[in-house]
């Protein structure tokens, strides 16, 4: 079971980018999914959640309004839409899945990690 992330990169502030996530060896299609992120010596915050079917979603307050979180069941995909980056938005994004069946956006609880990817918000 992966879940693997991809589309990190350096962008500059204001900037959009996309990042993809695609589960393997198993469906999440019935899963919440979600996306935190970390920077060196930090630990790692809650960015964004969906819950299984696509319906609820959940954000903190720092991203809210910025990122949109999204997802293709048919493709075991989830999104993160960023917008307006900010140079605090640099960091490694993770992705994550509940291991809860039918589970909504929040509370979100991670069960399965993927490698991170990194974006870089520069001035």
């Known amino acids: 079971v992966q879940l693997q992330a991809s589309g990190g990169g350096l962008v500059q502030a204001g900037d959009s980018l996309r990042l993809s996530c695609v589960g393997t060896?198993?469906?999440?299609?019935?899963?919440?999914m979600g996306w935190f992120r970390q920077e060196p010596g930090k630990e790692r915050e809650f960015v964004a959640a969906?819950?299984?079917?696509?319906?609820?979603?959940a954000y903190p307050d720092s991203v809210k309004d910025r990122f949109t979180i999204s997802r293709d069941n048919a493709k075991n995909t989830v999104y993160l839409q960023m917008d307006s980056l900010k140079l605090e938005d640099t960091a490694v994004y993770y992705c994550?899945?509940?291991?809860?069946?039918?589970?909504?956006?929040?509370?979100?609880?991670?069960?399965?990690w993927g490698p991170g990817t990194l974006v870089t918000v520069s001035s």
């Open positions: 994550a899945a509940s291991g809860e069946m039918y589970g909504r956006s929040w509370p979100f609880r991670a069960d399965y």
């Open positions: 060896g198993r469906s999440f299609s019935k899963n919440a």
């Open positions: 969906v819950g299984w079917d696509g319906t609820s979603t």
